[in-house]
């Protein structure tokens, strides 16, 4: 026994990650399990290059991936479940015979090591799971230099079920004493996740996350209000302010006046331009899906209107850049295009050549600026081609252009609905991009300055197009909504189609 | 207790490359493409599973846990297809072209995934954990972690959890089938889906066609405090078949158009792929695609809708299936979906549809894609109304929910998408009565002065509580005194639940009912998904309002 513990630690090193100590923090000391499980970069070092020497392929890349994810429910003022999850995934991509193959594994101990490897080569000798590759493709990328990102907080991933429990008991005492019915979902996850290939690279990051989301009802069920605010360091995650505005929006909404279905001047909270604001893949590429090609070069469908650096593009009150190292993204450092990354499993044979490009860095990137092309977006053959450097994927966006607040930009405004968030979106017709969906938990008439009264909801049919073109006014952007910082927009002929009678 | 390591590792000498005797190392965590290796594992897991559940029980109730169960489940996934990269939508064609894109023949795809997850009470109040290393050890950590959570839960106020009752159960259960998909040679599925696709582009207009078959095996153990130990087989067929239809002309934007055959998914073997009538049926919607094209716009207006089951399934999930969850309906799911307009109030007495409306709530469908022999509490498949002639008279309830309608036994709608999830209420397979009298799709266009017929799936959206709802198809035709007399195009229908199938005055009857279903229900915090069927026949609806989707 001793001696097969031996060879594992060798393989694996010993010790818990070497991580940034941020202080106390608060609740017991953190279980043996977790400083086990996220490995740190001498750690995974040491694995992929391990993995590396097994394969018999000069072109093997190692993806690597470890999640551990907490989560805490509640609903009616009462946590209903909470659990916790520890994922592996270790994918391995090699080449023989000008064949990829894939293979993936949910476990790091030598023995699932050594499968994995033998699995992706026989997967790239198979008939029907090597992915034939031109003889013409791009080397795998070398060493790269990284954005330093600092993203891991211990206050997060050592969170402890004390002190989760006791942020959901806070958010649910805010909804006690307004009399009000709250329900809640929070999550937090830390974890590791990196990139290694038989040409030098190596890519390591750490990172944390916390996000909780809540929807307050009044008792007789006929208002409702919802926020949601996230933060890598648990300590930061400000579920009271979050719970006050859920407050007031669910005891302002009460008694909605219904308005005719028409076009409206809308204003955007964050949250539902997220799911309505520019699609930079779309815009660069000048083509009219959702993002990308509708055909592929045998059937090329739409002539591709030609996007040149220096030409406008769209509404100029927008600039839209790529910046991970910003403090409140704190984005990934590289990225994993595309490489099977299920959990526990993963597939074979569907990462795709693009795999093999992996750890690529991301960097600071300005796409377009007041409404001009600066950037195009060049894979590496397309950078080959044209003589440029590749640019990585519009990952970590920043929607910038506008000054001031929320409060500013209502206090601004002459007549519009504010939206605090969109619901059951579903696209309508990508060529357009069009999409259907509702209000929801907050629409409010906004006149001369103020806010007036509370609306009753509305089902929108409405393209991101036309919110992006008809913008007249934007706040300074200030909230993270899953990759990307947002601001509030104002924007013209928003098309509600007709109401809606649903309330929560 | 545990076995110890010196006769698990005797157990394993037999078998192959797979199982090592290192340290930590995952049992079983591998289901190698030899089935030898595949076989003598999955026998070394039925005699000893139930010695690894009782270590996560017995953990939990030395802890203080009042109830634990325990799930250790392995799924496979298998998906074939041919026709160029990238896969139709719901009428809009392929995806994005890719640099250096798959030239294979045919693309297979095969993924895997094996763990476990406890569930435990304590005072009232869930925990859960869950993790891929399916070892002694690390059952014992992970079950000791899901009470730490529940205890730190309980310490506040929660909402005390009350158990139905319901009996132990040691039993095993499979998806009745005759040909087990996953022994079925890849050589022959290829071989078919290439015929298919062969004769598709025979089609004057056709640009493409894709043929699919996707399969999945859930090899479920679940041991439970109660004294259950059931394990269960489960299995999915899922054929999919789309034809693109192009048209270029010298100056205008070239149109397209794709059609999806919508063939039923199934839980059921092979057997149902060989018998599908596969040359019929492309050839069929090879031509409307190439219809499609030059389908006329549809002027928006309030018409008598005549809808094929490939596009009321979904109306039927929608508007009946999500509706009647009783946890949607008490409020567990308002952070995320929302709740229901069925509040408890109306049971027994609120009118949701016309007369001739029945819909049923069952597990035990043959086929159903919710069909199972034990739901994630251990509760045996059951059947009954949720609607009849119209009247809410059930929900979908849970050993957790029961009390809420008081009853004080389970439904069985309790599903866990996978070893990681926490089971949650589900729905089941939910279908709509065919009409009691003989009524076939031809008679019932043939009764319809003025109308839209619709087939297929497009997009779909409800509001938060059920109500408003819009909703696409793939292929429309316009009736006119009782005949099919063209194609439209961008037809969305748009309602309320209860106005909708309080409009319904027709259904087709039972030689017409199809078992539509559906593998991707999105529901819960974290989201999970789960694979429902909705059968049903051709139903008529008078006067609803139709948009049209090109122009909003």
Redesign the interface.
Known sequence: MASKRLTRRAVLGVGGPSVQDRGPSPGAAPSRGLSDFLLDREQVRRLTEMLLSLSPSKETVVLLRRTYATHVRAAFNAITTSGSTYTTSVTVGLVVGNRLGVATADDVSEAALRQVVREAEENARSEWFGMPLDEGRDPLPGPQEYLPIRAFFESTARATPEARADAMRRVLAVAQAKNLVAAAFMTTSAGIVAVANSAGLFAYHASTDAQISMTFRTRDGSGSGWAATSARDFEELDVEEAARVAAEKAIRSVNPRELPPGDYTVILEPDAFADMGPNVTALLTGRRGGGGGIFGPDLSLLPAERVEVGKPITNPLYTLRSDPTHPKLLGMPFTLAGGGFGFGGGGLGGGGAALLQAGRPTRKITWIEKGIVRNLLLSPAQARRSGGEPTPAPTSLIIEGGEGTLEDLIRKTDRALLVTRFWYIRALNPILGTSTGLTRDGLFLVENGEIKYPVKNFRFNESWRTVVENTEAMTAPYKRVRDALYPAVRTRAFTFSSGSDAIE | MGIS?REFLRRCGRTT??L???????VL??W??SSVAEVSARALLVTDWKELADIALETARRLGASYADIRIIR?RRETVAVG???GG?FG?????????????P??????????F?V?VLYNG?????????VTPDEIR??AT??V??????A?????RVRLAPVKAYRDTWQTPMAKNPFEVS?QEKVALLTRVEELGRKVRGV??VNASLAFVHEHKRFASTEGSYIEQHIYHTLPNLTVTA?RREASA??E?ATRNAFIPPQSIGYEYVEQLKWAEIVEQIAHEAVEMLSAREVEPGRYTLLIAPSNLYLTIHETIGHSTELDRV??????????S?LTLDKLGKYRVGSKIVNFVADRTTPGGLATVGYDDDGVPAQRWHLIREGILVGYQTTRELAHAVRENFSRGCSHAD???S?P?PRMPNVWLEPGKERLSPEDLIADTKAGILIEGRG??????????F?F?GNAFWEIRNGKKVGMLRNV?Y?SYTPEFWSSCDAICSQEYWVNQGTPGDGKG??QQTNSVSHGCAMARFRNI?V?N??S?
């Not at chain 2, 109040?125 to 290393?133: I, Q």
């Open positions: 390591r490359v797979t090592m005797a290192v340290e930590g190392a995952s965590r591998d190698p493409l799924s160029p990269g990238g939508g809009m064609g392929p995806a994005l072209e890719e640099e250096g894109r798959d030239r294979r045919a693309r297979v795809t095969r993924s895997e995934s094996f763990g997850g569930r109040t869930w925990g859960f954990s869950a993790s891929p290393l950590r992970i972690e899901a730490a959570i529940a205890r730190a839960n310490a506040i106020h929660t909402a890849l640009a493409r192009l934007r070239p397209i008490l409020g567990y799911e308002a952070n995320f979906a929302g709740t307009f996978s070893w990681s926490i949650i997009s779909y959206s409800i509001d938060q509580q059920r109500l408003n819009q696409g969305i748009q915090e974290p309002t948009l989707s090109g909003v």
